[in-house]
Structures are given as structure tokens and as C-alpha cells.
């Protein structure tokens, strides 16, 4: 059965960082496109980083130049840094896989069960 597990959140002062990781069955890594995603109260569920995997990373302007995406294909691991937190970064963060063909098509995506991160002092 395929799983993504995340874990690494917490509480964290304005300014503080942080690193999310997101394990992955061994199954899918390779061959999937990861992002995570977050989810704030009363707030649709918005993108915050992609990777391919090549490691080409994007990320929306909300988050370029605080958060970094990474990837390790042979620990099947992704990881999120984040750097000079904000209260307004606080959501539940979820990792996301795109199970991709080798034509690029989209097989199957696959959802972790999120992780909470909050950001205060």
C-alpha cells in the first residue's frame, strides 16, 4: 500500500525555522512529481512547492526565497525548509506525489495526512 508520512511540524517562534519531511513508499518516489501543499482555517488548501524528479523545484511568490524543496531518491524522502516563518505560514502541511507515466502522464496522486504547523510566539 502506498503511503506518504509526514512529519517535523511544531511550533515555531515568528523568524524561526523549520523542515518538514514527507516519506514515501519506495514504490512511487522515483516516478512521481512531489509537492507539498498547506491548509489554513477557513482557507482553501494552497500550493506551497513542487519538485520534479530531477529535482527542478517551483515554488509561488508567497513562499520563494523562504522555503526550500528538496528531494532524496534513495532515502524515498522529501523535505521542506522554511525560514523566516510568519504567523500567516501556520496550516496544516501536506505532502502530495504525482505517480507519473513515463510519458508524463498523471497515473495517480496520493495525499499524506498532513502535519501542523504553527507560527508564533
Known amino acids: 500500500q502506498v503511503q506518504l508520512v509526514e512529519s517535523g511540524g511544531g511550533l515555531v517562534q515568528p523568524g524561526g525555522p523549520l523542515r518538514l519531511s514527507c516519506a514515501a513508499s519506495?514504490?512511487?518516489?522515483?516516478?512521481?512529481?512531489m509537492a507539498w501543499y498547506r491548509q489554513a482555517p477557513g482557507k482553501e488548501r494552497e500550493l506551497v512547492a513542487t519538485?520534479?524528479?530531477?529535482?527542478?523545484?517551483n515554488y509561488p511568490d508567497s513562499v520563494k526565497g523562504r522555503f526550500t524543496i528538496s528531494r532524496d531518491n534513495v532515502k524515498n524522502t522529501m523535505y521542506l525548509q522554511m525560514i523566516s516563518l510568519k504567523p500567516e505560514d501556520t496550516a496544516v502541511y501536506y505532502c502530495?506525489?504525482?505517480?507519473?507515466?513515463?510519458?508524463?502522464?498523471?497515473?495517480?496522486?496520493?495525499w499524506g495526512q498532513g502535519t501542523q504547523v504553527t507560527v508564533s510566539s
Open positions: 502530495k506525489a504525482d505517480f507519473i507515466s513515463p510519458s508524463g502522464v498523471i497515473l495517480r496522486t496520493y
Open positions: 519506495r514504490s512511487i518516489f522515483s516516478n512521481s512529481v
Open positions: 519538485i520534479t524528479s530531477g529535482g527542478r523545484a
